[in-house]
């Protein structure tokens, strides 16, 4: 029973992951395309998906290492870091990549900043999950880490007061 709740666990973040990616960012792709004179933009898009992979790669391997523990058995504090510092990497590369969509100067005055900053909390509750070590059980650490990612999913419903504020 408790492979089956880790993995299950582990599903909802790759879920949270994706849907960061694909409707947080909400086709950041095609504007900073279309916008051919943000080749910044581009670049920022273009290489946010390196760490994005290497986090992907990192949380994949972290559940990997929970799946495998008994349900009470405590992580070691490395495998502890593997996982929460690839969901922070990941989520980290996802914001990289959403505000790659966004004119940055017209923004600052329409409050972005100010809207992103429950994500940047989560982003530091994440990392400070890392801080637990190996004082918990990995289930324990992987449901943290879960609360936090479905977290991030409920708050990318929120209206964005800053839809002028794209790319064109």
Same mark, same amino acid.
């Given at each position: ?64 290492? #929970?799946?495998? !523990?008994? %349900?009470?058995?405590? *992580?070691? $504090?490395?495998? &502890?870091? +593997? ?55 990995? #289930?324990?650490? !992987?449901? %943290?880490?879960?609360? *936090?990612? $479905?977290?991030? &999913?409920? +708050? ?13």
């Amino acid at each position: 029973m408790g492979t089956e709740i880790t993995g299950l666990m582990g599903l909802i973040i790759a879920f949270c992951i994706w849907w960061g990616y694909f409707e947080e960012a909400k086709g950041a792709e095609a504007r900073v395309m279309e916008a051919g004179s943000h080749i910044g933009k581009y670049q920022l898009w273009l290489y946010s998906h390196f760490p994005l992979l290497i986090g992907v790669v990192l949380v994949a391997a972290g559940i990997k290492h #929970v799946i495998n !523990l008994d %349900i009470w058995q405590p *992580l070691p $504090i490395g495998e &502890v870091w +593997l996982l929460s510092a690839g969901l922070g990497i990941c989520l980290i590369s996802l914001s990289a990549i959403f505000f790659s969509a966004y004119n940055w100067e017209e923004c600052k005055s329409r409050g972005i900043q100010t809207f992103r900053i429950p994500y940047y909390l989560i982003i530091i509750l994440v990392f400070l999950t890392g801080f637990l070590g190996s004082s918990a059980p990995g #289930v324990s650490i !992987l449901f %943290i880490l879960t609360v *936090l990612s $479905i977290t991030k &999913v409920i +708050l990318s419903f929120r209206e964005h007061p800053y839809q002028t504020c794209r790319i064109e």
